[in-house]
């Protein structure tokens, strides 16, 4: 059975950093393109950072230089590691699995981000 679960959200002050964590079962991060996600209410979900089976790694300029995707093989976990936090960051952060980084199959149910100025 397949099961991405997220954790480490939570607030911060702007200038912060958290670590996200989506811990996954059922198929190895390695053979599937993981990804993160994020969205905010009345707003369609975006990829912010996305990591893919022969290692390349991919962010969207709102979040390069700031956060960092990375995946723990022998955990079966993989990790956003987000530092600069903004106001603009806050929103519910989800992990994704696809066979391809342009087609997810497999979600979490989310971990909430809020950042205070």
């Known amino acids: 059975q397949v099961d991405l679960v997220e954790s480490g959200g939570g607030s911060v002050q702007s200038g912060g950093s958290l670590r996200l964590s989506c811990a996954v079962t059922g198929f190895t991060v390695g053979s599937h393109c993981m990804s993160w996600f994020r969205q905010t209410p009345g707003q369609e979900r975006e990829a912010i950072a996305d990591?893919?089976?022969?290692?390349?790694?991919g962010y969207i300029d709102a979040v390069k230089g700031r956060f960092t995707i990375f995946q723990d093989n022998e955990k079966n976990t993989l990790y956003l590691q987000m530092n600069n936090l903004n106001s603009t960051d806050t929103a519910m952060y989800y992990c994704?699995?696809?066979?391809?980084?342009?087609?997810?199959?497999?979600w979490g149910h989310g971990t909430q981000v809020t950042v205070s100025s």
């Open positions: 990591i893919d089976v022969d290692g390349m790694i």
């Open positions: 994704a699995a696809g066979r391809r980084c342009y087609e997810f199959t497999y």
